[in-house]
């Protein structure tokens, strides 16, 4: 890799970290998405994007992994739609609880 070229990938990575999206993560995920495979949280993402039962903020916060800013991470990232995550968790807790004696496939959660 040549200098220009680790520059421009340095900037692109900054970007991402701007816009509070881990480079790291979006490339294990596009990756991922190359390869055909699908990981948990890519499911998970395009789940919450057909079912809309929550905003795309809520969504974002519960299925980031980091925050990017220490000091939000401390006093705003586990706060923030503290509601809306939380009836998230409990909605899935109750499809858990709901199918425990069934064998449910992803194919299934995906359309409920």
């Known amino acids: 890799m040549t200098l220009p070229q680790a520059r421009a990938k340095r900037d692109k990575a900054k970007k991402l970290l701007m816009k509070g999206i881990d480079p790291k993560a979006k ?7 190359n390869l055909g495979a699908f990981t948990f949280e890519t499911i998970a993402r395009e789940w919450h994007a057909s079912n809309k039962r929550w905003s795309d903020d809520a969504i974002e916060c519960q299925l980031s992994h980091s925050e990017p800013n220490n000091v ?4 705003i990232h586990t706060s923030e739609h503290f509601d809306e995550r939380r009836l998230m968790i409990q909605w899935w ?3 858990l609880d709901a199918n425990k004696n069934v064998k449910v496939s992803s194919f299934d959660v995906a359309e409920k």
Not at 27 to 33: C, D, L, S, V
Not at 72 to 75: E, V
């Open 93 to 95: 807790a109750d499809f």
């Open 27 to 33: 490339q294990k995920e596009t990756q991922a998405e």
């Open 72 to 75: 939000r991470a401390s006093y």
